[in-house]
């Protein structure tokens, strides 16, 4: 009895040397794990306050209203106010515009805002707008 109490204590302390082994094994890569969430949410936010910077200087260069339709836009659109317009597609709904749609937009002046139909994004034209 003696002899079987003594196997099964030494069975038990290997085994807790093992989970200890295992549990250290855990911890470090634990760890790692936060030492590497921490250095990308530190460059995260160094990215974030970066672009800030950069939209404060391009915001002072657009005019008030504008802007305030923009932010208005992009608040109800889930972070979004103004979308490419790229070959006759709205980038912000994917949606293709349809045939007066297009003919208005390119009958607009170059300085006109546009909106989305479908969507109410401001659309940015470019090259590859289609009009």
């Known amino acids: 009895m003696v002899l079987e109490v003594m196997e099964r204590r030494e069975s038990a302390q290997e085994r807790a040397a093992e989970l200890t082994e295992r549990l ?4 470090a890569k634990n760890d790692d794990a936060t030492a590497r969430r921490d250095a990308a949410t530190q460059q995260l936010d160094a990215e974030a306050a970066e672009v800030a910077k950069e939209r404060e200087v391009v915001a002072a260069a657009v005019p008030a209203d504008l802007l305030k339709l923009y932010d208005k836009l992009r608040e109800k659109q889930g972070g979004v106010g103004a979308a490419r317009l790229y070959q006759r597609k709205c980038e912000g709904c994917r949606l293709e515009l349809n045939v007066t749609e297009v003919a208005e ?11 989305c139909e479908n969507c109410g994004r401001i659309l940015v034209r470019t090259a590859e707008s289609g009009l």
């Open 105 to 115: 937009l390119r009958a607009a002046a170059p300085d006109t805002v546009l909106r």
């Open 24 to 27: 250290a094994s855990l911890q």
